[in-house]
């Protein structure tokens, strides 16, 4: 069974600085897609980035982007320049296209002022 | 375009009683989903639809959990009876088949059980 693995529990960092949230997982599969959703406290979770394990370059979305390493299973996600606004829950996911997406149990991030 | 709606956003309700949630997928999206979130914790699939069929509900417990998807648009998921475990958060999703495989959520629906 595939499963996502996020080893913070919460991460912290000043505004303005730069973070980078951890994600491995766990397939038998070479293709598939990994996902960065943000779960702020009113809880409608909204993507934040996509990466298609074809694909070698990394995905970026403005202050967003990712670290994808496909031989090493890991799907990290760096967040520069970071802002208030960005402080919430940041849930990794993979998914075989056609099945369910599989979540791991989240980073809470705080951004301290 | 409206996003995916669920209803209600809360529900407080005793044990042993029955509850219904609602959701409404975005338009064109055949695949629909339900998820679980306990509190702290990631989502968890408790079904998955295609069109009206489903197709992935081996983590529904199918003892006190029922949810139907007619006409393949509109989803409700039951639970009944509820017990005090079953305090969460139910989140509705939806896909476009052939799409860029991202999943839509709705806002969820909170139930607390007493």
């Known amino acids: 069974a595939q499963t996502v693995t996020q080893s913070q529990p919460e991460m912290s960092v000043q505004e303005a600085e730069t973070v980078t949230l951890s994600c491995t997982y766990d397939?038998?599969?070479?293709?598939?897609?990994l996902f960065w959703y943000k779960q702020p406290p009113s809880r409608q979770m909204i993507l934040v980035i996509r990466?298609?394990?074809?694909?070698?370059q990394n995905a970026t979305e403005n202050r967003f982007s990712v670290n994808f390493q496909k031989a090493a299973k890991s799907f990290s996600l760096k967040i520069s320049d970071s802002q208030l606004g960005d402080a919430a829950m940041y849930f990794c996911?993979?998914?075989?296209?056609?099945?369910?997406?599989?979540f791991g149990k989240g980073t809470k991030l705080t951004v301290n002022p | 375009e409206a996003g995916v709606v669920q209803s209600p956003r809360y529900k407080i309700i005793e044990k042993k009683q029955p509850v219904a949630f609602w959701c409404n997928p975005i338009?064109?999206?055949?695949?629909l989903y339900w998820y679980l979130q306990n509190l702290g914790q990631g989502p968890e699939l408790l079904i998955r639809?295609?069109?009206?069929?489903?197709?992935?509900d081996s983590q529904l417990p199918k003892d006190r959990f029922s949810a139907e998807r007619l006409k393949g648009v509109d989803s409700t998921l039951k639970i009944q009876p509820a017990e005090l475990g079953d305090s969460a958060v139910y989140l509705c999703?939806?896909?476009?088949?052939?799409?860029?495989?991202?999943?839509?959520f709705g806002e969820g629906s909170r139930l607390t059980v007493l």
């Open positions: 990466q298609e394990a074809y694909k070698q």
């Open positions: 338009s064109g999206h055949n695949t």
């Open positions: 996911a993979y998914r075989i296209l056609s099945e369910k997406l599989v």
């Open positions: 397939t038998s599969e070479s293709d598939y897609y």
């Open positions: 999703a939806s896909s476009l088949r052939g799409g860029t495989g991202e999943l839509f």
């Open positions: 639809y295609e069109n009206e069929e489903a197709v992935d």
